[in-house]
Nanobody
Framework: VQLQASGGGLAQPGGSLTLSCVVS????????MGWFREAPGKEREFVAV???????YYGDSVKGRFAISRDNAKATVFLQMNSLLPEDTAVYYC???????????????????WGRGTQVTVSS
């Protein structure tokens, strides 16, 4: 199983970035896919999740600014990030799990598979 995240980089405050995570080695359509982030000195934080049925949930700090989506045909999950803030600076990770229950989707320890992460830096 491989999860390959890409799309990170440097953005100005108020700008946008789109992250992608290409998944291989599992039946993607059956998996709940999440994005988490980790800033230096901080714990890994829940960003967004899209379940196998397409339902989406967001962390409070990104609600209204970020959008998660998936393309099952391409086994890819996306994170569209708009109105970026300096506090969005972090390494972003994609994660997947087939059996995770709704009440656990915000908990990183509940996910079986992780990508390596992609750095997002928001700075002027």
């Amino acid at each position: 199983v491989q999860l390959q995240a890409s799309g990170g980089g440097l953005a100005q405050p108020g700008g946008s970035l789109t992250l992608s995570c290409v998944v291989s080695g599992l039946t993607f359509s059956r998996y709940t896919m999440g994005w988490f982030r980790e800033a230096p000195g901080k714990e890994r934080e829940f960003v967004a999740v899209i379940r196998y049925n397409g339902h989406t949930y967001y962390g409070d700090s990104v609600k209204g600014r970020f959008a998660i989506s998936r393309d099952n045909a391409k086994a890819t999950v996306f994170l569209q990030m708009n109105s970026l803030l300096p506090e969005d600076t972090a390494v972003y990770y994609c994660a997947g799990d087939a059996g995770i229950i709704l009440s656990s989707v915000r908990r990183p320890n509940e996910y079986d598979y992780w990508g390596r992460g992609t750095q997002v830096t928001v700075s002027s």
